[in-house]
């Protein structure tokens, strides 16, 4: 479930201020490589695990671990994960997790707002 109508798009972050901002918020970097980074927040409901995940990626010439690279994000989306490696894009929020998954998107929009 991608949420398109977040604030997201476009913003443009240092990599040293991203980084700062998402472990703030209590993402991690889970997948990354020279020109591009993907942020996760793990939740588990029962046996299944779910990620709210933002990508980015990095503009201009410097690669991702320069402290001055600069990336630009994304839309915030909500995924499933499958044993051992997928993961569905199109899967709903469960029920128990909805209230707790639009407030972490809204305090997202609120931090690279104001950093």
Do not use: C
């Not at 991690?28 to 299944?48: L, N």
């Not at 201009?60 to 894009?89: C, I, N, T």
């Amino acid at each position: 479930m991608f949420f398109h109508d977040s604030k997201t798009k476009g913003v443009q972050k240092d990599f040293q201020d991203l980084e700062a901002i998402m472990s703030g918020l209590g993402f991690f970097r889970g997948a990354w490589d020279y020109t591009k980074a993907t942020y996760d927040i793990k939740y588990t409901v029962g046996e299944v695990d779910y990620y709210l995940r933002l990508r980015a990626v990095v503009v201009g010439k410097k690669q991702l671990e320069s402290p001055k690279a600069r990336l630009e994000l994304d839309v915030p989306y909500f995924v499933r994960h499958f044993f051992p490696h997928g993961m569905d894009e199109n899967s709903e929020i469960p029920a128990e997790l909805t209230e707790e998954v639009h407030q972490k998107i809204a305090e997202l929009e609120n931090a690279l707002a104001s950093a």
